[in-house]
Every structure is written in structure tokens, then in C-alpha cells.
């Protein structure tokens, strides 16, 4: 029982007296008592008047104390509005300002604000998504150069229909706050890395006299291109700067396009091959240290890409500029031994091997995949190729492999790879750096010892935390890196002559037959893989086609649409076998007409449109693919479109290759 229950028990109401006293009458008359009950009567009348005359009086002091106070209320409340400390307006719910404080009237300068609609005002104000949110409105917009953030509400005058509505806005000024956060973000330091990506050649190509010149000339010009930041520069090796300035000068080098690299490319003081620089910039890390790794990631990709380009890592963010020159070639085999050597040992500590390529496997792709298949089996250690699409050139390669009774179980599906991968299995990834692009991502998941071997050059996406990583986009393909790693990974490595020709096979598509990304490794390494075995006339027989593909690739190259003169557009017809097989033959066949320097050619399969990109050089296909999510090389590139129709991917292509050319226009 609670204290007022107990409290009303114990001193009773006015009522039950009355009621006593009106029961004792009763009785009193009752028994004869006349004379006492008149008495009685004449004092419970006396006492009901009291009573209710008592009542009356103490009704009426309340509600005039109440009157009192609620005028009181008003009066606060209409003063307190009045001298509101914040801009405060009321809206009808259609944006029409029916009231409004003076601190909300000095915002708009004496401007005629009453019965007029917000909107016009201030247009960024949207009524109808105020009223979405009418528990709690908050928005953050600017006016005459000032800044608010403006909270309020939906609340309901009273409770006649809806038309009585109204909204209650609060603008509070941020803009001394928005001043200084815009202050602090442009003055947060921003670390570069900026590397000469070809100081050897460069210097093995200039004569002894030339070379301090040179050398003197690059920093000259490096100097004058940061001078105006009052940043800090600073070489840290013989071919590495580090160049430290605040973000509100960055988006200066953006709007030029880093033309940097085009004025150290123009330097021309007795050298014989132009210098290129690589930029790798961090920025937004929550510390200097953070900073600091992400300009090494960022170095990282550009020399990853081929290098004389600019990355920008923004924490999770990559933008690119740059990226115009072909890749050089290294012309030391030292890295190719290092990581031989170190591929062996990771080789040696495995339980077993699994070796994997990139999904719709091409012949570069499978042919790296069974060159390295035999150099692990010479190291005394079970392998086995993941492999699960490919294109018609593998088939053939793999009915020629179904001959040899060793190759029965090697290759497996990315279920069987799941069941049998455990903790001390090695993953070797071919062909693709891509974890989306592998023939089970999934895979890459389920151990930590991964290794990646691959030529492209380097996107956004890369796998990461790979124990041993060999990616040089110098490389004409796959397959040229995996036949220099045999000759060190094991002397007494012999390749039968199916694999030493999947091999050369995998760098004469690659190369297009030795025309293009051709350097003295790629030669020498088909003279080692000649040595082998490999018949020429064997690999060529690879890469017949039936008379459908030959009609198909013919239709493909005839429906060609010519764009900006020189640039040759075509679509793969639907329902077409071997689609993506033809599309490459096409892109490649294009090439062969006069004034074409590139050519993209697409196809869809089972809802995926996927876009083959060549070029001869003067126009980087692997740029304009990269605009839609593709990636690849300078004069050979790809791109995958899911759910997008070929129409949709046509009109995609033509605004990615204009916005190409717009870059290089601004830049010239």
C-alpha cells in the first residue's frame, strides 16, 4: 500500500463526516429523539452550506492562481521567442514563413521574408524532405557565405486538422567551425615519395660528362615545381626524394595533372632515353606514421603500373595521373634469381602446391600454371592446378596434355582445391593480382602462404599480405617471367615439349607473335623454351579456329564503328560460341587497318558484358578500361561490365574515351 493510500485512511474526506452526521440524525429520530434530531438537522444543514461555500471559494483562488500563472508563461514565452539567441522561423508546411525572430530577419538583410515561401530564399531548403523527417530535422547548408546547421521540428498547433501544422526551424551558425575544420584539413601535412623509375638506364645511356648535369637539371626542376607550397624536399638516395607540404596544395598539382612529369621527361641534356619519374602521395592517415605508409603503398602501385605516373592513396581511395610512356625493361635477371631462390624455400616448407590463375583461363594463364607445375615437382613436391573456365586455346592445349598419364589428376575444381587446402598449403597466383579475378578467391582465405607472379600492370585491387610477391609490368607475359624462375629454381629442370610450347605459346599471344612488349628477355626466353623442344609449327596448330569463329571474328571486324577518326568500335554478335576468344582475335585484327591505333571490341555472356581493348601505343587502352573498373597494359587491356547490357557498355566506352581525351587536352 502506498504513502497516499495510507494517508487517506487515516484522515477521511470532508463527505464521510457529512455522512456520519446524517446517519446519526437517522437513527436519533428514528428512536423518538425528535427535539436532538431537529438540532442535528439544523447543524448538518449549516454544515453542507459551509462545506460547499468553502469549496466555491478555494475553486475560484485556483483557477485565478492558475490564470495568473499561465499569463505569466505566455508573457515569458512570447519574450523568450522575441530574444530567441538563435535565427528561430516558423513554417506552414508548404515552405510559407509566417513567423520569424529578428535574429532570423538579420540573416536575409531587411529583406521582405512574411507569407513568402522559404524556398525562395534559400533554395537548398527542400520542404518536403523536412517533413520526412519531422521527429528530428537537421541539415547542414550555406547562405550569403555563412554556414548553419539547422535543427527543428513538426509540431501541431492544437488539435484541429492537419492544415494546423507547423514547422520550427533553428538556424545555428557554424561557420567560425566550418572555417577552421576547412583550415585544419588544408593544413594537414601530406607526405610524397617521388622516385626516378628508370635512374639506371638513364645513367647507363648518358656519358660521364653529361651525368651530373643531368642529375643537376632534375633537381632543379623538382625544386621549382614545390617551391611555391613553402613545403620540404629532400633526397634520401641517390634516386629517391621525399617531399613533405600541406593538402591545400594539392589539388593544384591535380588541376595541372602533375605536369611534372612531363617536364622531367623533357630534359634533355646528352641522355639518350627520356627520364621518368614515379610519385606516390598519402594522405588522411590519423598519423604521420600512417601517412608515411600509405606514399610507400602508393610508390608501390606506380612502379607496379609501369611507372612516370603519379598515385594518390587516400586511405581506401587510389586516383591515378599519368601513365603515358611504355613500360622499360629491366635488363638484370638478379630479381628473377632472388625470388627463384625464395620461391623455393616457400616450395620447400609447403605440404603441397596449388597453383591458380585468373578466371576464363588463357593460355598465358595455364601455361605459367603447368611451367610451374613442373618446377615444383622437381622440387619433390605435390602440385596441382586450379582451373576451372578457360578458352578454346587451352582446350586444345588440354587435350594434348590428357596424352601425357601424369597429368590425369592435376588439374582440380575450386571445390576439390576447398575440401584439400589446409593452413601449410602454398598458393601460387598467376597471371592476375586481382583477388576478385582468381578462379576461387575463397581460396586465398584459407591459408597464409600466397605468392603472386604477375606482369599486368598494378590496380586498385591487389592481393594483400602475399608472402612473396613478383610483379613486374615490364614483362612481356606470364610466361616469360615463370620460363626465367625454372632456370633457377632448379638446375636440373627439363620441361617435356608440351609444356616447354604452352609456355612459348602463353608469350607469342601475349606479344601478339613477338610485335609488341617485346624486349631481349622475352626473346631469350623463347630460345630457352626453342632448346626445350618447342615446335613452332606445333604452337601455331594451337590456336587454329573452326570456320564459325573465323565467320564471327570476319562479322565482328566488318560491323566495326569508326570513332574520333581513329579508334575502332564493334560488338560481338549474341548467341556467338568462343565470344570472348573472338573479341580478342577481332581487337587484334582491327589493328590492322589503316589509321586505327586502337580498337575495342565487346561481347556478353550470361548477363556480363566484357570489352578487349587494344592499341599500337600512341593511346593507352589500359586508361581508358581502367574508367570502367578494367585494368591491363598500355597496348592490351580489359574490362568486365556485370549487369550491363552491350548498348549501356558502347555509350560507357565513348564517354570513358572522351574523358581521355579531355585529360589530354588540358594537359597540352
Not at 660521364?208 to 611555391?228: C, H, M, Y
Not at 594451337?542 to 571474328?553: H, Y
Not at 582491327?590 to 580498337?599: D, H, K, Q
Amino acid at each position: 500500500m502506498d504513502n497516499k493510500k495510507f494517508y487517506r485512511i487515516l484522515i477521511p474526506g470532508v463527505s464521510l463526516y457529512l455522512w456520519i452526521i446524517f446517519i446519526s440524525i437517522f437513527i436519533m429520530a428514528f428512536y423518538g429523539h425528535w427535539i436532538e434530531a431537529v438540532f442535528g438537522i439544523i447543524i448538518f444543514c449549516y454544515l453542507l452550506y459551509y462545506n460547499a461555500r468553502s469549496k466555491s471559494l478555494k475553486t475560484k483562488e485556483i483557477t485565478k492562481y492558475i490564470e495568473n500563472l499561465t499569463f505569466h508563461v505566455d508573457s515569458a514565452t512570447k519574450d523568450t521567442l522575441l530574444h530567441f539567441p538563435l535565427p528561430m522561423v516558423v513554417l506552414h508546411l508548404n515552405g510559407i514563413i509566417t513567423w520569424y525572430n529578428p535574429k532570423f530577419g538579420d540573416i536575409f538583410k531587411g529583406q521582405e521574408l512574411f507569407e513568402k515561401p522559404i524556398q525562395h530564399f534559400v533554395k537548398d531548403l527542400q520542404v518536403a524532405a523536412l517533413i520526412e523527417n519531422e521527429s528530428n530535422i537537421s541539415l547542414n547548408l550555406s547562405y550569403d557565405d555563412r554556414y548553419y546547421h539547422i535543427v527543428g521540428n513538426v509540431v501541431k498547433i492544437d488539435s484541429a486538422p492537419e492544415s494546423n501544422y507547423m514547422i520550427v526551424l533553428y538556424w545555428i551558425d557554424n561557420t567560425e567551425l566550418k572555417t577552421l575544420e576547412s583550415k585544419y584539413k588544408d593544413e594537414k601535412n601530406i607526405e610524397s615519395i617521388i622516385m626516378i623509375d628508370n635512374y639506371d638506364e638513364v645513367m647507363q645511356n648518358t656519358d660521364d660528362g653529361n651525368r651530373p648535369q643531368v642529375l643537376a637539371e632534375i633537381d632543379k626542376r623538382l625544386t621549382t615545381w614545390v617551391s611555391f607550397t613553402n613545403g620540404v624536399i629532400k633526397k634520401f638516395e641517390r634516386d629517391k626524394y621525399i617531399f613533405i607540404f600541406e593538402k591545400k596544395y594539392l589539388f593544384k598539382f591535380e588541376e595541372k595533372k602533375f605536369d611534372i612529369l612531363d617536364s622531367i621527361r623533357e630534359i634533355n641534356i646528352g641522355n639518350k632515353i627520356p627520364v621518368t619519374l614515379s610519385i606516390g602521395i598519402g594522405l588522411n592517415g590519423e598519423t604521420i606514421l600512417e601517412n608515411d605508409t600509405y606514399a610507400r603503398a602508393a610508390i608501390d602501385i606506380a612502379l607496379g603500373r609501369g611507372g612516370d605516373q603519379v598515385v594518390i592513396k587516400d586511405r581506401d581511395v587510389l586516383k591515378f595521373y599519368g601513365g603515358k610512356t611504355k613500360e622499360l625493361e629491366k635488363r638484370t635477371k638478379v630479381k628473377a634469381r632472388v625470388m627463384a631462390y625464395a620461391l623455393r624455400e616457400l616450395i620447400a616448407q609447403a605440404d603441397q602446391i596449388m597453383i591458380m590463375g585468373h578466371q576464363n583461363g588463357d593460355i598465358d594463364s595455364v601455361g605459367a600454371s603447368i611451367g610451374l607445375y613442373r618446377g615444383v615437382k622437381y622440387r619433390g613436391k605435390n602440385a596441382f592446378i586450379v582451373l576451372n573456365s578457360f578458352n578454346p586455346t587451352v582446350s586444345n592445349l588440354l587435350l594434348r596434355l590428357e596424352k601425357i598419364e601424369e597429368y590425369n589428376d592435376v588439374f582440380i575444381s575450386k571445390n576439390q582445391a576447398m575440401d584439400m587446402v589446409s593452413d601449410k598449403t602454398l598458393v601460387i597466383v598467376v597471371d592476375t593480382h586481382r583477388t576478385s579475378f582468381t578462379e576461387c578467391p575463397e581460396l586465398l582465405k584459407e591459408t597464409h602462404h600466397v605468392v603472386v607472379i604477375d606482369h599486368h600492370r598494378r590496380g586498385a585491387e591487389f592481393i594483400e599480405n602475399a608472402v612473396l610477391t613478383y610483379h613486374e609490368p615490364y614483362a612481356s607475359s606470364t610466361c616469360e617471367m615463370i620460363t626465367e624462375i625454372l632456370q633457377y629454381i632448379d638446375e636440373k629442370v627439363k620441361l617435356n615439349t608440351v609444356e616447354a610450347e604452352a609456355l612459348y605459346a602463353g608469350i607469342a599471344v601475349d606479344t601478339k607473335n613477338f610485335s609488341f612488349k617485346t624486349g631481349v628477355r622475352t626473346f631469350e626466353a623463347a630460345s630457352y623454351l626453342r632448346r626445350m623442344g618447342v615446335d613452332t609449327t606445333s604452337v601455331k596448330q594451337l590456336f587454329q579456329n573452326d570456320l564459325d569463329t573465323f565467320v564471327a571474328r570476319a562479322n565482328t571486324v566488318k560491323a566495326a564503328e569508326i570513332f574520333h577518326s581513329n579508334l575502332a568500335i564493334s560488338v560481338c554478335p549474341e548467341n556467338t560460341k568462343n565470344a570472348q576468344l573472338i573479341i580478342a582475335q577481332a581487337a587484334d585484327e582491327l589493328l590492322n587497318i589503316t589509321g586505327i591505333t586502337a580498337s575495342f571490341v565487346m561481347c556478353n555472356v550470361n548477363g556480363e558484358t566484357i570489352i578487349s581493348g587494344r592499341s599500337l601505343g600512341d593511346i593507352n587502352v589500359q586508361v581508358i578500361l581502367e574508367k570502367l573498373g578494367g585494368g591491363g597494359h598500355l597496348t592490351v587491356a580489359g574490362a568486365q561490365l556485370p549487369g550491363i547490357s552491350v548498348e549501356e557498355a558502347r555509350i560507357q566506352l565513348k564517354t570513358a574515351i572522351e574523358q581521355y581525351y579531355d585529360d589530354l587536352s588540358e594537359k597540352s
